[in-house]
């Protein structure tokens, strides 16, 4: 198989789109930190249903790493990557380097306020903010026609959504459903991080939110149904449940104690030893 086409430098990823929207083609984007999984290549398939031409960006952004977090673990093997890339027909792969994209001075972040604060972005403080500047800066960089991004990372992908709409960036934001292993862990590049007794309980971070959103279907109310759920992940042996919550799907809003009156999203984070799980489910509204 030939070798992925990659670039390095924005100039020159910016030179291959404009000279394929010169010829007519169009173009979608693919943002990843690498260490490529079947979640990735399946909004790889989705970007090519959606764009004659894809590609794909790897970048572990050291942004939206906390103090105390994985940036140096954090998995890395582009050769591997690019392999799998190239058997999905992806196009082209920008992988640039820190300082390509954080060039000496750098001074400019993107904040998303109340989306960006909550959840994740109340436990992990300056996440939020490391992914809207690099998102930012990555479709203004491709200037593709769409951008996909995985429902794995439920709030990531409404605080993309929230920017593009706030910043005018001409992008359309495509969603991709998780991918999930056969016992319903969704996949994710940290899941090499846990070890054999930590992988047997991970699933059930699923199975909780799948029982959570069924008994919100029947008309639960849900702080009970939240209270349920993190009590069910510490007896399955998760160490500590950051989060479990029904919120409003779209800008994740809080809702009311009570059974829900609207669909929900849940969405939580467990932890197993120091490896956060997040996961999250669609959760429909009771028939009236
Ligand atoms: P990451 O490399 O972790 O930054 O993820 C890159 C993109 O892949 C993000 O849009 C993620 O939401 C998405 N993604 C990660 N895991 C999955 C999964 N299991 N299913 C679908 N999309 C995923």
Redesign the pocket.
């Known amino acids: 198989m030939p070798a992925l086409a990659t670039v390095r430098r924005v100039a020159d990823l910016r030179a291959q789109v404009h000279a394929w929207r010169e010829a007519g083609d169009t173009v979608a984007l693919?943002?990843?930190?690498?260490?490529l999984?079947e979640?990735?290549l399946?909004?790889v398939r989705l970007a090519r249903r959606e764009a004659r031409r894809v590609v794909v960006s790897l970048f572990v952004n050291p942004t939206q790493f906390g103090a105390g977090e994985d940036f140096s673990a954090y998995p890395r093997d582009e050769a591997r990557d690019s392999a799998l890339l190239a058997g999905e027909g992806c196009d082209l792969l920008f992988a640039p380097s820190a300082e390509e994209m954080y060039p000496p001075g750098f001074a400019t972040t993107v904040a998303v306020s109340g989306l960006g604060e909550e959840l994740e972005g109340a436990f992990r403080p300056g996440h939020f903010a490391g992914v809207a500047t690099v998102v930012t800066k990555l479709l203004i960089q491709a200037g593709a026609n769409a951008a996909?991004?995985?429902?794995?990372?439920y709030q990531?992908?409404q605080l993309i959504r929230r920017l593009a709409r706030d910043l005018d960036l001409p992008t359309q934001i495509i969603p991709?459903?998780?991918?999930?292993e056969g016992d319903g862990l969704?996949?994710?590049?940290r899941n090499v991080y846990l070890d054999p007794d930590q992988r047997r309980i991970a699933p059930a971070l699923h199975a909780v939110l799948v029982s959570a959103a069924s008994a919100l279907a029947l008309g639960a109310a849900v702080s009970e149904c939240e209270a349920q759920a993190r009590e069910a992940l510490r007896t399955a042996g998760f160490d500590a449940v950051d989060y479990v919550e029904a919120r409003r799907p779209d800008d994740l809003h809080r809702l009311g104690p009570g059974p829900l009156s609207e669909p929900a999203r849940l969405l939580a984070v467990a932890r197993l030893g120091r490896t956060r799980l997040l996961d999250n489910l669609a959760v429909s509204a009771p028939r009236a």
């Open positions: 693919v943002p990843t930190m690498g260490a999984h979640g990735h399946s909004l996909v991004f995985g429902e794995k990372d990531q992908l991709g459903p998780i991918v999930r969704a996949l994710s590049s």
